[in-house]
């Protein structure tokens, strides 16, 4: 504990919140300036294979890490993954998820959705991105004397710090992809994760490809997406 810590009346320790207070105005441009950056935010496939130095992946794990979890139990893990014969697995068994899916397992109506997407059952970013960050939700902790403790609202938790996780990649400089291939166990299997962890989201991590093109898609409106009470 250092010298600002405050004991409160059940006996836990306290610091005091310093967050800056800024002028209003000074508020308003900050949040026009992030806006303006994230709106440049997209998905993309086409990796360069230009090296991305290690340092700047830990610190966008750092930040995606301040998110608010339940009973600040942090659930998660990001595994990072950079070595080109995991990378090369990891490809070849999501490619064998992904097909079946295109195949058979999605609707008519879902394979509707995504054809302006152009994409298909090939994951080549899978081996070209210099990074794949698999975060892991961690549904309970496993205690020294090998019980077992709940972690709670897990998957809002997790969620929340890939928002940040892709706001500080794109802030970087760098792009990224969700991916979600159904199911992800072999992610588990190949990288020989614990049992109280489960893939979550999987993230392809680098610079674009020269050349570079992404869908013409367009974001809802502030009068789509908000209502005011």
Excluded at 86 to 105: D, G, P, Q, V, W
Excluded at 130 to 159: A, C, H, M
């Amino acid at each position: 504990m250092n010298s600002k810590t405050v004991i409160n009346r059940n006996g836990y320790p306290f610091i005091p919140y310093n967050q800056e207070r800024v002028p209003e105005e000074i508020a308003l441009k900050r949040s026009q300036a992030f806006l303006a950056t994230m709106e440049t935010r997209r998905s993309v496939r086409d990796f360069s294979l230009t090296p991305v130095q290690k340092e700047i992946i830990d610190n966008v794990i750092k930040t995606a890490s301040t998110a608010p979890s339940g009973a600040h139990k942090q659930p998660w893990t990001f595994c990072v993954v950079s070595d080109p014969k995991i990378k090369k697995e990891i490809r070849e068994a999501a490619e064998i998820e992904e097909h079946e899916s295109y195949t058979s397992r999605m609707s008519e109506a879902w394979r509707e959705d995504i054809r302006p997407l152009q994409t298909d059952w090939h994951k080549p970013f899978l081996e070209t991105a210099p990074y794949l960050i698999i975060v892991f939700k961690r549904t309970y902790e496993i205690q020294g004397d090998g019980s077992k403790r709940n972690n709670y609202y897990v998957s809002e938790s997790v969620g929340l710090a890939c928002g940040l996780l892709l706001a500080a990649i794109h802030h970087a400089g760098l792009v990224a992809l969700t991916h979600t291939p159904n199911p992800m166990s072999f992610v588990s299997r190949i990288l020989k994760r614990p049992e109280n962890e489960r893939p979550f989201l999987l993230i392809p991590v680098g610079y674009p490809a020269e050349g570079t093109l992404v869908p013409d898609l367009k974001r809802k409106t502030l009068e789509e997406l908000a209502v005011n009470y």
